[in-house]
């Protein structure tokens, strides 16, 4: 799987001009952002490095080939990334579905889509290894993680934001998907002990004991 890199807010300006055009010069995006040649090709350096952005060289006349830049594939899709509104339509489609059962099956399948493209990420030997690589997954989506212990000594998962909190807003059913995502991961059952959404100051997850519901 290619992990997706978070983008440097000042870079988020050449991705957006990248996007309204095919392909723009060093000097074009200069002009277009108003800053130097030199911070433009800084800041072309981290999105190439990224794979954000590629660069194709093109000749006009005699002398060396000039360069022109233009989006990825992958800086494609990454510009395009904003689905809040697609994913809350989504999501009320889902809670509109009447049959308890059926309504289950697809967040465990979506469940198991989402654990299908993390699980190379979540690794370790014992629980506490896996939560804690499950952390470091999200903190590179800027969702604060830890992982703590409990008073008898297992392993919690704390989440200190949430990762949807569009959607956890209007239907906490997304609490389940998330459990069902985390127990995908963590290969365990997982019970959610605290939720934001009853007025606590995060939300933990621990791994279910047998013999507990």
Known sequence: MTLELEIVPSDIAILDLLRQRESLTVAELAKAMEVTATAVRQRLTRLMAQGYVDREAFRS???????R???TSLGR????????DLAIALWH???AIKNEEVRRGLLQRLSQRLGELYANRVQGETIEDRMESLAELFSERRIP???DKSQ??????TALACPYPDLADQDRTVCAME???FAELLGSSVSLNQCRLDGENCCTFEVRQEGTS
């Not at 899709?77 to 809040?84: D, I, L, M, P, V």
């Open 69 to 71: 830049y233009v989006l």
């Open 152 to 157: 008898d000594g297992l392993p919690i998962l």
């Open 77 to 84: 899709r990454k510009t395009g990334s904003n689905f809040a």
């Open 145 to 147: 993680f830890v992982v």
């Open 93 to 95: 489609e889902i809670r």
């Open 61 to 67: 006349g005699r002398g060396r080939p000039s360069h």
């Open 179 to 181: 459990k069902m995502l």
